[in-house]
Structure formats: structure tokens, C-alpha cells
């Protein structure tokens, strides 16, 4: 070991030293990493109905509240805002207090915000609460990527997170799915009270069962014993010594994590990474937003519009599980530069089909599979990309310029909608942060073969 990694290898004594890192990545994913993985992937789904909630009840509530399309654009922006603060804000808390914490106290608060979502009367009201609502979602996703990341072995990670993240587009398309029944049902209303009962339930089962990050104990310095029964959880097999002492053999960071995304050569891989976020989550957005309402207007049924959001988030969750693997095995930016060349090609064909069922339905599903799928294989890169200290940091803050994206891609399809521009043009339009992202990739892939 060379002097500056022994210098901070934390927790570095007397006694044979165990690099935490290196033995998750020796062995095989096992039973109690796959549970925690899937606890991660529960959240996952409920963020995604959630966020989606108010983009399938938007067309209900413009008949019921006799409100104009147009003017759900900043209720739209205004969860988005949430969440991109709740990411903002989450990362640097995560790395100082821990990942558990965290995801525990943003799944409460969006819990509870979705439930009362359920008794607003205006738009005022609903925008207010899913601002608040989105705090909690967004302070939740840098988090299960961050604990995945660091359960999962290095040759595997890039899968365990893009499958855990598949969670995200398959809560999503379930909730479409499940709100094309229950609306015509019950009513808007039980859409919000399903999105906040669930979440309460599945806290109860994190309260018990979720672990925290072991390379994050070492880290904060916590008691070896503590740290030596989790590793064994984690690795059952392993052969331990008595009085071994555990490490992480990676430089120790002081000071505010937010500035060591910049320092050590990571500046640029930083900035180019932040735009290929905005341009993906733009992008995302402005479909998961726009899709149902705009193909109403276009003059499909509700239940068609609604089935149009389930095959684009079903082909979001298998498109990241697919692209994780190959990104595992393959050059991670190559893989998502070709995605996303894909994806601005059938988005811009949505808008050309519209009265085509079945050729919708499967440009909608490519769409959903490079564009949402992407992102979710872009997570994993971020997080190989970051050290322990900053890992919760970087992908927080990178989710959070993705999330002026999300905010502004929303907005814009609304001032679109609102003048009237035809359905060819609108989707046209949202091919372009497709190419942008790929241009961003194609020079991270530079840098990262430096």
C-alpha cells in the first residue's frame, strides 16, 4: 500500500487491515445484498407512481376543475422543483449522516404529502403539496443508487442499479396502469391515497430490514464490531481474522463534498455529466408530462392516453435493465451515446403516428426504452464515477441539474400546448435534448478513455 492510501485508510491499526470494497467486489452477489437491492428498488417504484400520479389525474381534474390543459404546466414544474431540492439537498446529507436515514425520512415525508394530496380543491393547492411531495421523492433517488452502488460488486453494479432503478418506469407504468381503473372507479382522489398507504406500509419493512452502506460506516469511523457483523451479512463466506480492522483504500476527502466534484480531474466529467442530465430529464419529462395529454388532444380516448404512458414506462424499465448490462460489459458512454440517438429518432416519430395504434404504441416503447432506460444506465455510470465520500453528492447533484430539465421540459410542452402547436411539431422538438445528451457523452467518453 503506498503512503498517501495508507495515510487514509480509515481505520488503519494494529492488526491485519480488510479493504471493505474489495472484498464485496471478490465475491458473488449474495441473499442479503439481492434483499436490500430489492428494498431499494420498492422505493424506487413508489417515487415513480408518485411522480407520475398528477400526470395521469391531470386530464381528469382539467374536466372536473374546468381548468384549461395548459394550465397543469406549473403544477407539473412545481413537483419537479421539490424534487430537484429534495436531491439537491439529500446528496451532501447522505454522505455526512448516512444513506439509511435519509431514505427513511424522505419515504415518511412523501408518504404523508401524497396522502393529503388527495384533499386538494385548486390548482394552488395541488401545487403547493406537490412541491413539498417532491422534496421527499427527490431526496430519496441519489440515495438508493448511492447504498446499490455500494452493495453490489464492481463487475456486477452497473446491472444491480439499472435493474434496482428499473423499479422507477415499472411504478410508473404499474400506476398507469392501475389509475386507468380506479379513476373511472373512485375518482382521482384514489389515486393519491393508494400513493400515500403503500409507502407507509413498505417504511414499516426499511425500519427493520434496510442496512446501512458499509463503506459509509468505515468511512464516518463507526466501531469496527459494527462494521465486521455487517460485512459478514453482506459476506457470509468470507474468512474472518480476530482484531482485523477495516478500510477503504481510497483517498479520505475533507471538507464539503459538493467541492470534490471538481477537484482531482473530475471538473469537466462533472459539467459534461450535468448536461447530459438536463438534456435526458428534459426530455423524460416533457413525454411522461405531455404524452397523455397531448394524444387526448390529438383526439385519443383517455384509456389510449393512458396506455400510451404504460408502454413508454415499460419500455423504460426494461430498456435500463438491458442497457445496464451492456454497459457492464461494454463502453458504458458508447452504449448510452447510440441510445439516445435512437431515442430523439422515435420521439420525433410519435408525433407522426398518432392515428396509428400500434406503430404509437411501439414508438412510444422505444422511446421509453433509450430515453428513460438511459437515464437509468447513466445513474450507474455517475456513480462509478464519484468516491464514497462524494458518491451521494455527485449523483444527487447531477439528478438535480437533470432536475431543471424536468422542470423546464414540462413547462415549455405547456406554453407549446398552449399556442397550439400541432402534434408533429411537438414531438419534433423534443427530440433535440436527445442529440444534445449524446454530444455531452461522445466527450465524457473522451476524457473517461484518458
Not at 4 to 12: L, P, R, S, W
Not at 205 to 233: H, T, Y
Not at 295 to 310: E, F, H, N, P, R
Request: net charge positive.
Amino acid at each position: 500500500m503506498n503512503a498517501a492510501v495508507q495515510n487514509t485508510a480509515y481505520g488503519a491499526h494494529a492488526g491485519r487491515t480488510v479493504d471493505v470494497t474489495a472484498v464485496i467486489d471478490s465475491a458473488p452477489l449474495g441473499r442479503f445484498q439481492i434483499f436490500s437491492v430489492v428494498l431499494c428498488g420498492l422505493v424506487a417504484m413508489l417515487d415513480g407512481f408518485d411522480t407520475q400520479s398528477v400526470f395521469l389525474v391531470a386530464p381528469v381534474l382539467a374536466e372536473v376543475w374546468n381548468v384549461a390543459p395548459g394550465d397543469f404546466g406549473p403544477i407539473f414544474g412545481a413537483g419537479l422543483v421539490g424534487i430537484l431540492c429534495g436531491q439537491f439537498i439529500a446528496g451532501p446529507l447522505s454522505d455526512r449522516y448516512g444513506r439509511r436515514k435519509v431514505i427513511l425520512g424522505c419515504t415518511l415525508m412523501f408518504a404523508l404529502l401524497t396522502f393529503a394530496t388527495a384533499a386538494a380543491t385548486s390548482l394552488q393547492m395541488l401545487l403547493l403539496l406537490r412541491f413539498l411531495t417532491g422534496i421527499g421523492l427527490g431526496g430519496a433517488t441519489p440515495n438508493i443508487i448511492a447504498l446499490t452502488a455500494e452493495f453490489s460488486p464492481q463487475r456486477l453494479r452497473a446491472t444491480a442499479i439499472t435493474v434496482m432503478f428499473a423499479g422507477f418506469p415499472l411504478g410508473a407504468a404499474i400506476g398507469a396502469l392501475i389509475s386507468s381503473v380506479i379513476i373511472p372507479a373512485f375518482g382521482w382522489h384514489s389515486v393519491f391515497i393508494l400513493g400515500g398507504v403503500i409507502p407507509l406500509v413498505l417504511l414499516v419493512v426499511l425500519a427493520m430490514r434496510l442496512p446501512e452502506s458499509v463503506q459509509f460506516l468505515v468511512a464516518a469511523g463507526r466501531p469496527q464490531q459494527e462494521i465486521g457483523a455487517l460485512l459478514d451479512r453482506l459476506v457470509p463466506d468470507r474468512e474472518r481474522a480476530a482484531g482485523e480492522r477495516y478500510v477503504l483504500k481510497e483517498q479520505k476527502l475533507e471538507g464539503f463534498s459538493m467541492l470534490h466534484l471538481f477537484r482531482d480531474g473530475r471538473a469537466m466529467k462533472t459539467l459534461l455529466l450535468w448536461v447530459a442530465f438536463f438534456m435526458s430529464l428534459l426530455m423524460i419529462y416533457f413525454l411522461m408530462s405531455w404524452l397523455p395529454l397531448a394524444l387526448k388532444q390529438a383526439g385519443a380516448s383517455i384509456t389510449s392516453a393512458l396506455t400510451a404512458s404504460v408502454f413508454l414506462n415499460l419500455g423504460g424499465a426494461i430498456g435500463g435493465i438491458v442497457l445496464g448490462r451492456l454497459i457492464d460489459r461494454l463502453d458504458a458512454a458508447a452504449v448510452l451515446c447510440a441510445g439516445y440517438v435512437v431515442a430523439g429518432v422515435s420521439t420525433a416519430l410519435i408525433g407522426q403516428v398518432e392515428s396509428h395504434v400500434v406503430i404509437l404504441m411501439s414508438c412510444v416503447f422505444v422511446a421509453g426504452f433509450f430515453t428513460i432506460g438511459g437515464q437509468t444506465a447513466m445513474n450507474a455510470l455517475t456513480a462509478s464515477i464519484y468516491p464514497t465520500q462524494a458518491r451521494a453528492t455527485g449523483l444527487g447533484t447531477a439528478l438535480a441539474v437533470g432536475r431543471i430539465g424536468s422542470v423546464i421540459g414540462p413547462v415549455v410542452g405547456g406554453l407549446l400546448m398552449a399556442a397550439m402547436v400541432t402534434t408533429e411539431k411537438l414531438f419534433l422538438l423534443s427530440a433535440l435534448p436527445a442529440v444534445i445528451a449524446c454530444v455531452a457523452l461522445l466527450v465524457l467518453r473522451v476524457l473517461l478513455r484518458r
